[in-house]
């Protein structure tokens, strides 16, 4: 059922998102002649089982889209100076352009300290502080992969006609949904961000002509929450036990309910997590751009 030829209504990310692979290798394949290969460093600490097939994932997507690609396994007892230090060597290796730590670090580790020392240019996941504030004023700078993923999907969905929509996002966390309500901002929606302490949280959603969800709540949203003719995302990844007894994965949103009344719904998987992967390349060719004055490629 979440086969997006077999109904239109199923918004297609990872079709979506290959297209866009396609062209960040594109313009990767202008930058390599003039003697830049975007290079992605991606970290991670431990031996978390998701964590570790996001990040072979990532590697192997980089690599296919003709950039360098640097992956640094740590154990999980690694100290917070150890870190720091492998930080510092990434932020002046000339061939590294991008630098993602996939989250979460073992309990030793203070995440914000790891995130304040990655250098701003090279702030692939645009998580520091200073990338944030300029998101907020509309300066050039990281934008978060997976917010970034969903404004592009939405405007591919929507032929760019965001402004004055009503927008709600669940969720209110710095890495989807505070960013991802500051995008729809800018693009001139009227947003709410709804969190676990809103009030009447149906009413509300019930409002959205775009509503998001980014709770992993599985199934939060169910079909009678859904505005007639909304275009719902569902940024949600739940692993949890089908009735075979086998695991699987599922979103924030009740998609078959979901189907019945949405002009359009993303699919778990097959929605969100393939335009994360795919913006995160397309992040790193714009730094790598960046860092060597050049304009980045249209991608
Ligand atoms: P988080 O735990 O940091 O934040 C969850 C947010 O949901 C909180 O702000 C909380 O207030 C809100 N919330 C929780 N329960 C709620 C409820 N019952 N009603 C209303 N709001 C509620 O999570 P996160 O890091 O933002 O991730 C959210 C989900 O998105 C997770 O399932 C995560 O796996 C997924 N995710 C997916 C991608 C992707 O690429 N598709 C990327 C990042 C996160």
């Known amino acids: 059922m979440t086969d997006p030829m077999a109904n239109p209504r199923i918004i297609d990310g990872k079709g979506f998102a290959a297209e866009l692979t396609a062209r960040v290798a594109t313009a990767v394949a202008t930058l390599v002649p003039l003697g830049l290969v975007p290079g992605l460093a991606v970290v991670l600490v431990g031996e978390d089982t998701a964590s570790q097939i996001y990040v072979r ?7 296919a889209a003709g950039m360098r690609s640097f992956e640094h396994r740590l154990p999980a007892e690694t ?22 730590v996939q989250l ?3 309990p030793q580790i203070d995440s914000e300290a790891i995130l304040m020392a990655i250098d701003p240019a090279k702030d692939v996941d645009g998580f520091h502080p200073i990338n944030v504030g300029r998101l907020v004023t509309g300066a050039a700078g990281s934008v978060p992969c997976t917010p970034l993923g969903c404004m592009l999907l939405l405007e591919h969905r929507l032929g760019g006609a965001l402004a004055g929509l009503e927008a709600v996002v669940l ?4 890495i989807v949904g ?7 901002l800018r693009a001139h929606c009227t947003v709410t961000i709804a969190h676990s302490r809103t009030r009447e949280l149906a009413g509300v959603c019930r409002r959205a002509d775009i509503l998001v969800a980014a709770t992993g709540r599985p199934g939060l949203v169910r079909g009678d929450w859904i505005k007639p003719g909304a275009t719902v995302l569902d940024v949600g990844i739940n692993r949890i036990e089908g009735p075979d007894g086998k695991a699987r994965l599922v979103g924030d949103v009740d998609f078959e309910a979901a189907l019945k009344l949405a002009a359009g719904v993303t699919p778990v998987p097959g929605g969100i997590g393939p335009m994360t992967i795919a913006c995160l390349l397309r992040n790193a060719v714009t730094l790598a751009c960046r860092q060597h004055g050049l304009a980045p490629p249209a991608m």
Do not use: F, Y
Not at 178 to 184: F, G, H, I, Q, Y
């Open 171 to 174: 969720g209110r966390s710095n």
């Open 57 to 63: 994932n990532k590697a192997r997507q980089t690599v």
């Open 104 to 106: 979460p670090l073992p």
């Open 79 to 100: 100290s917070e100076r150890d870190l720091l230090a492998l930080i510092a060597r990434l932020n002046g290796d000339p061939g590294v352009h991008a630098i993602l």
């Open 178 to 184: 505070k960013p991802l309500a500051t995008l729809l």
